[in-house]
């Protein structure tokens, strides 16, 4: 017989749910049939599986230690491959700058991304232990494209895991980016449109008339400063889809500096030879959380910010021929 205690980290998540993980290489039928059998239960009782768990609630498991070790396998950390610029940290959220050219999470097998890392950082800083992990799966939250840099959230408990993704998918974190476009824009604006996602070429376009297969998209956008025929561009997505800065703000004209896709060739080019830019000059440099939270109240109301990277703000001087910037000047 094994008994597994729920810590903070675990609690909120269904028992069934608590025990895949545990078990990792048990069926779901076999699961339900040593609950239905009583072979597994829950602080002393009969459980059904879809009991929500709390700090504290005591897991049985009357099962032979041939039988746990044969269902049950380790997980194993790898080793951290690259060094994270975490700027806050707490026992549920992660959030961290992430570099150019890295991905958030892997598209193929043997890519390297952000969301490999979170586990070896969370155990060296005793944020996370082996068992932990065990039963929670870390991740990031949101996603920025390979090469966008900025604020990626990460969470590290379950706690952090539902809250980040339901205050995300609600839209009530704030997120705001920086860009370098084409043109002089004088004045802040809101634009709205229908985004088309074109899946085989991973390209979208944008028609401000409604379209069947378009998802209602918003992007609100105010100039930090402009000259020379560029504006240093602060943005804040309403709403989140795939490339929606880059191809809204290339819709209206302003198209993003280095982005070779939806991007203005012939400055492009200027970039490359000059700065050695080969992707956009898009940064998601600051958010900002709710000011009445349930949980993870630590970050009720905070506004965490991530500097611009040194090309990207090399970039930015020359162009426009300003002093140093910083975030909230």
Request: net charge positive.
């Amino acid at each position: 017989m094994r008994e597994i205690e729920i810590t903070k980290k675990e609690e909120g998540q269904r028992l069934d749910k608590m025990l895949q993980k545990y078990l990792n290489k048990a069926g779901k039928s076999f699961l339900y049939k040593m609950l239905r059998k009583k072979n597994i239960k829950l602080n002393g009782k009969k459980a059904a599986g879809n009991e929500k768990l709390k700090a504290g609630d005591c897991i049985a498991l009357y099962l032979a230690e041939e039988t746990i070790e044969k269902f049950r396998e380790e997980v194993k950390v790898q080793e951290q491959k690259i060094p994270l610029d975490v700027l806050y940290e707490d026992e549920n959220v992660l959030l961290i700058n992430k570099p150019y050219g890295i991905l958030s999470q892997k598209a193929g097998r043997e890519d390297l991304s952000i969301n490999e890392q979170i586990a070896p950082y969370a155990l060296e800083r005793g944020l996370m232990s082996a068992e932990d992990l065990n039963r929670i799966k870390p991740s990031v939250c949101n996603r920025l494209d390979r090469n966008t840099t900025g604020i990626l959230i990460a969470g590290i408990s379950l706690e952090g895991l539902q809250t980040m993704s339901e205050l995300l998918k609600k839209r009530e974190i704030d997120k705001y980016y920086f860009c370098i476009v084409k043109g002089e824009i004088k004045k802040k604006e809101k634009v709205s449109g229908y985004l088309i996602k074109d899946e085989k070429h991973n390209k979208v376009t944008v028609s401000r008339q409604k379209k069947e297969k378009g998802a209602y998209i918003e992007t609100w956008y105010e100039p930090i400063s402009c000259k020379n025929g560029f504006t240093f561009l602060k943005v804040k997505l309403v709403t989140g889809k795939t490339h929606q800065i880059r191809a809204h703000l290339a819709g209206q004209g302003h198209p993003l500096a280095g982005d070779f896709k939806y991007g203005d060739e012939k400055i492009n080019r200027k970039l490359r030879a000059e700065f050695g830019i080969r992707g956009q000059l898009l940064h998601c440099g600051e958010i900002r959380f709710p000011e009445n939270m349930e949980r993870c109240v630590s970050l009720q109301g905070r506004k965490i910010q991530a500097p611009l990277p040194e090309k990207f703000e090399r970039v930015r001087s020359e162009l426009m021929g300003d002093a140093v910037w910083e975030a909230g000047i």
